[in-house]
């Protein structure tokens, strides 16, 4: 079964562009999160799609969106870039949103604002 | 507000070696805790679950302990190997927030 896979692995981007990150969840996964890597703060959690809804959100602006498809892909946006958006950012996905199921993560789209 | 702790931040050790990374979390009202493997530039690898009635899982020379009420976990590992570098993070999720609290990692070298 094919894991998680995220599009594209490396983005360069400038001040003020807008992005687009894409992931696929693993066949039958139903929810899709979002998570920032930076070597500052760690891991943080973006937001969660399930069923097409947002059910999570963390603490990130508004520049930060998100939508899930009925296929259960799910792409994030981030608009007007900032220098400190530069970061990994990693999807993961389970099978439901209930506490037994597993994350599993994709290999992260490493963003690069300059 | 839940906080990860993750002790030590770096451990480099000599091949063969058993040892235990350790993770606490100041709130004990967990669903459940994740361990995960992250080599550098990429993304992470679940290594094990453990739900909050659980106190151990195992998988292969992995065995990780969960101690809700002192809100502890220990990752060990046995016989260390080389392909064993890298760095290990825990994860909890908690009564309203289902989304995954991370420790900073612990960066492990074994040394061939």
């Known amino acids: 079964k094919a894991g998680v896979t995220q599009t594209p692995r490396y983005l360069i981007k400038t001040r003020g562009q807008q992005v687009t990150l894409s992931c696929s969840p693993i066949s039958g996964h139903r929810s899709v999160s979002w998570y920032q890597q930076t070597p500052g703060q760690g891991l943080q959690f973006l937001f969660e799609?399930?069923?097409?809804?947002?059910?999570n959100k963390g603490n990130f602006p508004g520049r930060f969106s998100g939508r899930q498809f009925s296929n259960s892909r799910s792409e994030m946006n981030v608009s007007t870039l900032e220098l400190g958006d530069s970061a990994l950012y990693l999807c993961?996905?389970?099978?439901?949103?209930?506490?037994?199921?597993?994350?599993?993560f994709g290999p992260g789209t490493r963003l690069t604002v300059t | 507000k839940q906080e990860v702790t993750q002790i030590p931040a770096a451990l480099s050790v000599p091949e063969g070696e058993n040892l235990v990374l350790n993770c606490s979390f100041t709130d004990s009202a967990i669903y459940n805790l994740q361990w995960f493997r992250q080599d550098p530039g990429k993304g992470l690898t679940s290594l094990l679950l453990?739900?909050?009635?659980?106190r151990e899982q195992t998988s292969g020379r992995l065995n990780a302990s969960l101690d809700k009420s002192s809100g502890r976990s220990t990752l060990y590992i046995a016989a260390s190997q080389p392909g064993d570098s890298a760095t290990y993070l825990c994860a909890v999720t908690g009564p309203g927030r289902r989304a995954l609290t991370f420790g900073s990692g612990t960066r492990l070298q074994v040394q061939p």
């Open positions: 453990i739900q909050s009635s659980q």
């Open positions: 993961a996905s389970s099978l439901g949103r209930g506490t037994s199921y597993e994350q599993y």
């Open positions: 799609y399930f069923s097409e809804t947002q059910r």
